[in-house]
């Protein structure tokens, strides 16, 4: 079916990682994607035990970064620094949290990528920039613009929804 779930920003707000994740389940989402900005270990480990695969990057406010990794290394989270490149279901994606905004426009400009997810500005937003789908998910934890989203992205047919957590 190919349906991955959109995450980013959640910020350690343990209620919003929960509904993230009971919202994945029940639209059956195969992988899921963090676009950074988890801040403490427990978020990783809570995400990655929730019973589908996770890749992820490290975002600008993130710490205990040799911990993650460890953590990441024993719940099978592949882990990245600035950017994760993800080839599934024959779909090329770019993953990175976009604390410099150059690199999501270099990710773009590049066009190796069908769809470049990034997080960062707290703000939901999906765009077709010259045949590359863009997107950020919005914040997860819903501290900076009071909503609390999330985004599935259905692989087939490059629809992406946004789901506000009631948190």
């Known amino acids: 079916m190919a349906i991955i779930g959109l995450i980013s920003d959640t910020h350690d707000h343990q209620k919003a990682v929960d509904e993230a994740i009971k919202i994945f389940r029940e639209n059956k989402v195969e ?11 427990f978020t990783l480990k809570r995400l990655a035990q929730g019973g589908i695969p ?3 990057v490290f975002g600008n406010n993130d710490g205990e970064k040799k911990y993650m990794r460890e953590l990441a290394a024993k719940y ?4 990245e620094e600035e950017v994760a490149v993800i080839k ?4 090329i994606i770019a993953l990175t949290h976009g604390t410099h905004h150059v690199i999501v ?6 066009k190796m990528f069908d769809v470049v997810v990034y997080g960062h500005t707290h703000s939901k937003d999906v765009k077709n920039i010259d045949g590359t789908l863009v997107i950020n998910p919005g914040e997860a934890c819903g501290y900076l613009t009071g909503e609390a989203t999330i985004a599935i992205l259905n692989l087939k047919t490059k629809e ?3 789901i506000s957590l009631n948190v």
């Open 31 to 41: 992988l899921i994607l963090h676009a950074g900005d988890w801040i403490a270990p």
């Open 76 to 79: 099978y989270v592949k882990l």
């Open 105 to 110: 426009d270099a990710l773009v400009k590049s």
């Open 88 to 91: 599934y279901d024959n779909v």
């Open 54 to 56: 996770v890749i992820g």
């Open 160 to 162: 992406t929804l946004f």
